[in-house]
């Protein structure tokens, strides 16, 4: 079986920060991309950012240049730094991961259970 859990969520004034962190646990063959999306309530699930298993990054063009995202390979994680925070923001905030279990020898997409990220004005 495998997970993502994520943490690091929570109520923050606009301009703020926060770190949301992800890790991925259980019987792990390789792991591929990693990332972060979010969805608004009556939105779509959107792409904030995404990075490579070589370290290439991928932001959302409402979030370049405030958020950055990196990953620990030796750690399965990914964690996604916010900075200069918006009320827009505020979302459920989900952890993706592109991973080969060891019990199949295929690419499987996992997501985590969310995490509330609330921005206030």
């Known amino acids: 079986q495998v997970q993502l859990v994520e943490s690091g969520g929570g109520l923050v004034q606009a301009g703020g920060s926060l770190r949301l962190s992800c890790a991925a646990s259980?019987?792990?063959?390789?792991?591929?991309?990693m990332g972060w999306y979010r969805q608004a309530p009556g939105k779509q699930r959107e792409l904030v950012a995404d990075?490579?298993?070589?370290?290439?990054?991928n932001y959302a063009d409402s979030v370049k240049g405030r958020f950055t995202i990196s990953r620990d390979n030796a750690k399965n994680s990914v964690y996604l730094q916010m900075n200069s925070l918006k009320p827009e923001d505020t979302a459920v905030y989900y952890c993706?991961?592109?991973?080969?279990?060891?019990?199949?020898?295929?690419?499987?997409?996992?997501w985590g259970q969310g995490t509330q990220v609330t921005v206030s004005s």
């Open positions: 993706n991961a592109d991973i080969v279990p060891a019990w199949t020898p295929k690419w499987e997409s996992y």
């Open positions: 259980g019987s792990i063959f390789s792991i591929s991309t």
């Open positions: 990075i490579g298993s070589y370290g290439r990054t």
